[in-house]
């Protein structure tokens, strides 16, 4: 695959650990061939403070706007993928989110969770589970639930 240069820079630089690198490059390579995304700054560029605490996975411009995005992927190893599932991990994240949005130095406008979903009835299931978020989370953010039902590898728990 070829990727953009925005990607190939969230690949190579150093990023805060954790094992979904290959899913904030693809999530970038989403945002800049549907949106014509740049990449501004890559997880570890974003300023915070107070330091510590959840950080946003990349910052872009769209359409002339400063974004914040994070990366999660809606999947379950065992059974099936649940409300409850997706609600925990919406929670989870936009907290996260409003945190990050919080305590940066950045000037973005909103964020978006881009949610990676391992198939339709994932998505699915992720969009109502929505409806049960509190408001207050959702706060200035906007959900993003791409299906990759071609790119298991996206769900792999490898850099």
Request: proline share 2%; aromatic share 8%; charged share 25%.
């Amino acid at each position: 695959m070829s990727l953009t240069e925005g990607a190939v820079r969230i690949r190579d630089v150093p990023n805060a650990g954790g094992n979904s690198v290959l899913s904030e490059v693809l999530s970038f390579e989403l945002m800049n061939k549907c949106f014509a995304a740049r990449l501004l700054k890559t997880e570890m560029e974003v300023s915070y403070f107070p330091c510590g605490g959840s950080i946003t996975d990349y910052v872009c411009e769209v359409f002339g706007q400063r974004l914040g995005v994070s990366v999660t992927r809606a999947m379950k190893y065992k059974g099936d993928y649940s409300e409850e599932d997706a609600l925990h991990l919406l929670c989870k994240k936009l907290k996260g989110i409003v945190q990050s949005s919080r305590n940066t130095l950045e000037n973005w406008s909103k964020q978006i969770l881009h949610v990676w979903a391992t198939n339709k009835h994932v998505a699915r299931v992720v969009e109502k589970a929505y409806e049960l978020v509190p408001y207050d989370l959702r706060g200035n953010t906007m959900v993003l639930v791409t299906t990759a039902t071609e790119s298991k590898f996206i769900f792999l728990n490898a850099s």
